[in-house]
């Protein structure tokens, strides 16, 4: 049943460009996936005609405790009776700004605002203020945002945006030691993600010894490390993501799970970064708000206190065997890559996606909400039933494919794909 959909899909078309925008159009996403959902509640969603799926997806990265948490949306109603949107910040964003510095090691100061790409591009201005340079570099690849500086789809940007944007390959020493030659005196920064998860390409994990090498590069140039920690931050741990490989940022970047899926987002940064960043202009209508920030007090602390990451790796892991164990039962060429509590799943010699998309359409009918080509997330309201489940719908949907795919043809949504991404 998808009648709802398909009628609020054509209200849609007549006042929103070209019925929805961004990577939640779900004209890039497989066959009968819904557009529009009624609601969410721990683990799951309902679509407006009210059928239910187990989430993958988590709002593309904020749920990381559950929908509709019940202490998290407490604090965030009751600030928000108290006020929320106001002419200055509620005491609040001292306690959060505090929980923040407390909990992250190379934190000593933070900022907030709305978006990841805000708290990126405050990056950006702080590197090149606080060294007086111009050069930034980026992993190829990489998500930063969709600001003109970093956006994946160049329409309506200008080549200017990117000026002083040089390019290395992440994990890779020599590229980027080559960057940063290439850079000469003139570097002000480099990005890098926690670990490498640019969509419709195998994920691939931290090497530490480039992580490393870009901390001692940043050190010798006098230049600042950035860690995006957008989409990774606390995934993988409670502090900064590439603690794990032990190494300290200069400024990090956070957003999507730091209130639990309310709007707020962070950096975060050393005193190396504290006098530039106190001379740069940021600011925004909302950034201030206090109901999000009460939401982030609360989500720190469950992010300090309970077993949310154990407990995601655990349903991770045994996500990832039942789903290898299915596809070799099926004779199914299906690899799984990055950390098991943020799997990518591509299916071998799958170049425009046709059993990908194939397979995901097959998960949603037995009420699974996967993705084609980008990576998914474990959230700790899961549990084992429901990985239980998962790996069952996978078992009869591999089945399907087996018996369909010399018939597949490429996905009709690989031309939307290709009209946003050609320039
Ligand atoms: C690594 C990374 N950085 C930055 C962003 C941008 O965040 P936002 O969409 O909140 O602007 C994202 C969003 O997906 C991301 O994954």
Not at 4 to 9: E, G, P, S
Not at 73 to 94: C, E, F, H, N, R
């Amino acid at each position: 049943m998808n009648d709802k959909d398909r009628a609020l899909r054509r209200r849609a078309e007549e006042v929103i460009p070209n019925g929805m925008y961004g990577h939640q159009s779900a004209l890039l996403l497989p066959e009968n996936y819904p557009q529009f959902f009624a609601r969410a509640k721990g683990a799951h969603l309902w679509d407006a005609d009210g059928n239910k799926y187990l989430d993958y997806m988590c709002a593309y990265g904020p749920n990381l405790l559950g929908y509709g948490h019940e202490a998290i949306d407490a604090a965030y109603i009751a600030q928000l009776k108290l006020g929320d949107t106001m002419t200055g910040p509620s005491p609040v964003m001292v306690d959060l700004a505090e929980q923040f510095v407390g909990q992250i090691t190379h934190a000593s100061w933070a900022m907030f605002c709305k978006n990841g790409t805000d708290a990126n591009s405050m990056a950006m201005v702080i590197a090149r203020h606080a060294t007086g340079r111009r050069k930034i570099l980026i992993a190829t690849g990489a998500y930063h945002g969709a600001a003109p500086w970093c956006t994946p789809v160049k329409n309506g940007t200008l080549p200017e945006d990117r000026a002083h944007q040089i390019f290395y390959t992440y994990n890779d020493e020599a590229s980027l030691k080559a960057a940063v030659a290439e850079a000469g005196d003139d570097l002000a920064g480099i990005f890098a993600t926690p670990f490498k998860h640019d969509t419709m390409a195998p994920q691939a994990l931290l090497n530490p010894a480039y992580a490393a090498a870009a901390r001692a590069l940043c050190d010798e140039k006098d230049a600042l490390l950035i860690v995006d920690d957008v989409r990774g931050g606390f995934r993988l741990s409670r502090d900064s993501s590439w603690s794990l490989a032990g190494v300290q940022p200069d400024l990090s970047s956070w957003g999507k799970v730091i209130a639990n899926g309310h709007p707020i987002s962070a950096l975060l940064g050393n005193e190396r970064a504290r006098f530039a960043a106190s001379m740069i202009y940021a600011t925004g209508s909302f950034w201030f708000s206090a109901a999000a920030m009460a939401a982030g007090v609360v989500t720190l602390r469950e992010i300090r206190d309970t077993d949310y990451l154990e407990h995601s790796i655990t349903l991770g892991e045994q996500l990832r065997a039942g789903l290898a164990n299915a596809a070799r039962r099926h004779d199914v060429d299906f690899n799984q890559s990055g950390p098991v509590q943020m799997p990518l799943f591509l299916f071998g010699g799958d170049t425009d996606f046709r059993r990908g998309y194939f397979w995901c359409a097959e998960m949603l009918k037995r009420g699974i909400y996967m993705h084609p080509w980008h990576n998914m997330f474990i959230c700790a309201a899961m549990t084992e039933t429901d990985i239980a489940a998962t790996i069952d719908a996978a078992d009869a949907s591999f089945a399907e494919l087996k018996l369909h795919e010399a018939g597949l043809s490429e996905p009709f949504q690989m031309a939307f794909l290709r009209m946003a991404t050609e320039h």
